[in-house]
C-alpha cells in the first residue's frame, strides 16, 4: 500500500468523492466525514498545517485516511510540534477515528504506522483525542507503539450516552422502559391543545438555513453567555458545514413551536445507521412546559421510525439523557512520543502536573475544593452542550 501525506488544501478539496465513498463503507462516524473536517479545517483550522495521511491499494483506490494537521507551539524557549486530529477543537467532535476500509484495518494501520515512523522528524507529540476507546485504530496503533519503543499515555476524556434499537423495535416499546414516559406524554397532549403547537424538521438546504439562525436564538436564550455558540468562528462552522451535511442528508433541526413561535429545537446528525444529538436549546419560560423533554421524545421518534439502530447523545452524562438511555462509551486520548525526545519530556511533566493537582486535590478539605470548584467555574466559559 502507498501512503502519502496530503498538506495543501486544494488537495484536500480534492479528496471529497473518495473520502465519503470510503467513509460510508467504514465504521466512521460523522465527525470523520470529509464535509465536518473540511468545515472545520476552513474556519477553525487555519493555524495548523495539513498532515493527512491518506492509504492507497496497488489499484490506486483509496484505503485509509487518517486526517491530520501540524501545530507548532513555543515551549520553554523550544519548539514544540502537535500532531492533532482535524476537527478536535471548538466543535465538540466526539469518536474522532482513521477511516479504515473494511476488512483491511490491521494492513492499513500497518502502513499508517510506518508513515508515521518515516515522519518522526517533522513531529514531536502524536496527540488523538476523543477516540472511541474500543476503536481499532486504539488497539492498532498501541501495538505498533510497543513494537517501535514508542511512549504511549491513554488517558480518559468524555463519556457518551447511548441507546440501541432492536430491529423493528416501536416507539411505545422505548417509551416503556423510558423514566419520564409518563410526563412526556402528559406534556406533549398540553402542548398539542395549545394554538398553533407544530414540531417541524429542516433538512433540504434552504430549510436549514432558516432553521439555524432559530436554533442559534434559541440555544442563546438557553444558556446565555455561557453558550460557546456565540462565538462567529462557530457559526460560521456551522453555517457552512451544515449545508454540506446536508446535501447527504446527514443533518437535521428540529423546531417545536407555539402560536408560531420557536421554543425548542434540537440539532442532529445523522450517519450510517446512528442518529446523533448534537446539541438544542430552549425558551427557558417554557422550561416548566418540558418543550426539551418533549422534542427529545420525538427525535427518538424519529430514529426508531428510520430504522436507526441508535440513537447517540454524545458527550455529557446529563441526568435528562440517562433517561432515555442504558449505554454509555467511554472517548479517550492518546499521547505517543518518542524516547529520550522534548515531546516525551513535554508530557511526562505535563502528566507529573495534573498528579500534583491530584494530590492536592485529595488532601484539602471538601470545602475549601468547593468554593475553588465555583470560583473557577464563574470564569470559565460553558460549551453549551445541554
Not at 477515528?97 to 514531536?124: I, Q
Not at 485529595?362 to 465555583?374: I, K, S
Request: contains cysteine.
Amino acid at each position: 500500500m502507498r501512503v502519502d501525506v496530503i498538506r495543501e488544501p486544494r488537495d484536500f478539496l480534492a479528496l471529497r468523492g473518495e473520502w465519503q465513498h470510503l467513509c460510508e463503507a467504514s465504521r466512521a462516524r460523522v465527525f470523520n466525514t470529509w464535509e465536518w473536517l473540511f468545515g472545520w479545517y476552513q474556519h477553525l483550522g487555519r493555524h495548523r498545517q495539513l498532515f493527512i495521511l491518506t492509504v492507497r491499494d496497488e489499484a490506486g483506490v483509496l484505503a485509509g485516511v487518517l486526517p491530520l494537521s501540524l501545530e507548532e507551539q513555543r515551549w520553554g524557549g523550544g519548539r514544540l510540534r502537535w500532531l492533532r486530529f482535524l476537527g478536535d477543537e471548538g466543535v465538540g467532535s466526539d469518536y474522532l477515528d482513521a477511516v479504515l476500509r473494511p476488512g483491511d484495518e490491521a494492513s492499513v494501520m500497518e502502513a499508517l504506522a510506518e508513515a508515521l515512523a518515516r515522519t518522526w522528524r517533522e513531529w514531536d507529540v502524536l496527540e488523538l483525542s476523543d477516540m472511541d476507546s474500543l476503536s481499532p485504530l486504539v488497539t492498532l496503533l498501541g501495538a505498533h507503539c510497543r513494537a517501535r519503543g514508542w511512549n504511549l499515555e491513554s488517558t480518559g476524556r468524555n463519556r457518551c450516552p447511548y441507546e440501541t434499537f432492536e430491529v423493528g423495535e416501536r416507539f411505545d416499546t422505548l417509551l416503556a422502559r423510558v423514566a419520564r414516559a409518563d410526563n412526556y406524554l402528559r406534556r406533549r397532549k398540553w402542548l398539542e391543545r395549545q394554538r398553533g403547537f407544530a414540531i417541524t424538521k429542516a433538512e433540504g438546504r434552504e430549510e436549514l438555513a432558516r432553521a439555524l439562525p432559530e436554533f442559534f436564538r434559541l440555544h442563546a436564550l438557553r444558556w446565555g453567555g455561557r453558550s460557546a455558540l456565540e462565538a462567529p468562528s462557530i457559526q460560521s462552522f456551522h453555517q457552512t458545514v451544515v449545508p454540506l451535511l446536508s446535501e447527504a442528508g446527514k443533518a437535521r433541526i428540529y423546531l417545536l413551536s407555539v402560536e408560531g413561535r420557536a421554543v425548542a429545537s434540537v440539532y442532529a446528525l445523522l450517519h450510517g445507521r446512528t442518529f446523533s444529538y448534537y446539541n438544542a436549546g430552549y425558551d427557558p419560560e417554557w422550561k416548566a412546559r418540558s418543550v426539551g423533554l418533549v422534542l427529545v421524545g420525538e427525535t427518538f421518534r424519529d430514529a426508531l421510525a428510520e430504522g436507526f439502530s441508535e440513537y447517540n447523545f454524545l458527550r455529557g452524562v446529563e441526568a435528562y439523557k440517562s433517561d432515555w438511555t442504558r449505554g454509555l462509551r467511554t472517548t479517550v486520548r492518546l499521547r505517543i512520543t518518542r524516547p529520550a525526545s522534548l515531546g516525551a519530556w513535554v508530557v511526562r511533566a505535563q502528566a507529573l502536573e495534573r498528579t500534583g493537582r491530584q494530590v492536592l486535590r485529595d488532601a484539602l478539605p471538601e470545602e475549601l475544593l468547593t468554593h475553588v470548584r465555583r470560583w473557577r467555574a464563574m470564569g470559565r466559559p460553558e460549551q453549551g452542550r445541554c
